[in-house]
């Protein structure tokens, strides 16, 4: 874990990709939808204003289906899934940031919630 500026910095495995906030979410967020389980992210939600990014040029992949609504970002290296934001025009300006990517004593103590993104789109606990 990389802490400047008050702050706390994840990385994908490589390091090649940083994600700087502010501070850690109170809870994060697991969903069964077809991705999330797949990609088995631990979401955080921030504003995108409380967010910053850096990668290499070229150094994010993305990817989004169906309705597009969202692109899902990972290391166009290791391949570490970082985060996900709504495409233009949406209503929902929020940056999931994958927390996994935190080194593990960052999330000691934060609360996990199971979202039904699969069926109900309720929280499950
Ligand atoms: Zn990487």
């Known amino acids: ?50 967010v910053s990014i850096r990668a290499p040029r070229g150094g994010l992949a993305k990817y989004s289906w169906n309705r597009r609504i969202r692109n899902y970002y990972r290391c166009a290296r290791c391949g570490c899934v970082t985060h996900y934001a709504y495409r233009r025009r949406q209503r929902h300006t929020t940056v999931a940031v994958n927390a996994a990517n935190f080194e593990p004593d960052l999330l000691k103590g934060v609360r996990i919630r199971h979202l039904d993104g699969a069926a109900s789109w309720k929280l499950l606990d």
């Open 1 to 50: 874990m990389v802490r400047t500026d008050g702050g706390l910095a994840a990385t994908c495995h490589c390091g090649a990709v940083e994600i700087r906030v502010r501070r850690m979410v109170r809870t994060l967020t697991s969903c069964n939808c077809s991705i999330c389980r797949r990609y088995g992210a631990l979401w955080a939600y921030y504003a995108p204003h409380s």
